[in-house]
């Protein structure tokens, strides 16, 4: 079993993807900062997982109804951000990295409903912590208000998730953080 430090790794921040050289950076000087494509197609790649993450959720029957209606609406939120990154890849003439078949999630032992309302919190923070990052990194500042809305979605559905999870209200982002794996 991979841990969750490894399946960070993989998944976005030191992966192979992420190394200059690879597909995602396939536009970008050696040397310099990301390109925008290389920063969406970081941030596709995040929405790919979280849209496979909760397709897996909830034919995991795991899931009680009313989880299972708020992890519907968060992946289609997700596909919705896909099309929108995949678009603005396109419009800056990149290529959209496609999704893969399956991620492996095995880092995280899915036995019971709160074991998926964790993973859906660290893609979710993972998620919001890249947009943020990226949101100081972008080229085209027209990409900076899309950037900022999607990342305010996954904040939401952090805060979300924290609640389902039993967890605190916090008073500010950094807190989110805290997932308590």
């Known amino acids: 079993m991979t841990d969750r430090r490894s399946f960070l790794t993989t998944l976005v921040g030191g992966s192979a993807l992420l190394l200059p050289g690879s597909e995602l950076w396939a536009d970008t000087k050696p040397g310099r900062?990301?390109?925008?494509?290389?920063?969406?197609?970081?941030?596709?790649?995040?929405?790919?997982?979280?849209?496979f993450a909760y397709g897996l959720a909830a034919g995991s029957g795991l899931l009680s109804k009313g989880v299972l209606e708020v992890g519907g609406t968060f992946k289609a939120s997700h596909e919705t951000h896909r099309d929108a990154l995949t678009s603005?890849?396109?419009?800056?003439?990149?290529?959209?990295?496609?999704?893969?078949?399956?991620?492996?999630?095995?880092?995280?032992?899915?036995?019971t409903e709160a074991d998926v309302l964790r993973l859906a919190l660290f893609l979710e923070m993972k998620a919001a912590n890249t947009y943020q990052k990226a949101l100081a990194q972008f080229h085209h500042k027209r990409l900076l208000d899309a950037a900022g809305r999607i990342m305010g979605d996954e904040v939401s559905h952090a805060a979300v998730l924290r609640g389902a999870l039993?967890?605190?209200?916090?008073?500010?982002?950094?807190?989110?953080?805290?997932?308590?794996f």
């Open 166 to 180: 039993g967890k605190a209200p916090v008073g500010f982002y950094g807190q989110l953080d805290e997932v308590g």
């Open 33 to 51: 900062a990301p390109s925008d494509v290389a920063l969406l197609n970081i941030a596709l790649e995040l929405e790919h997982t979280a849209i």
């Open 88 to 111: 603005a890849v396109k419009e800056l003439k990149g290529h959209p990295i496609p999704a893969r078949k399956s991620y492996d999630l095995s880092a995280f032992d899915l036995k």
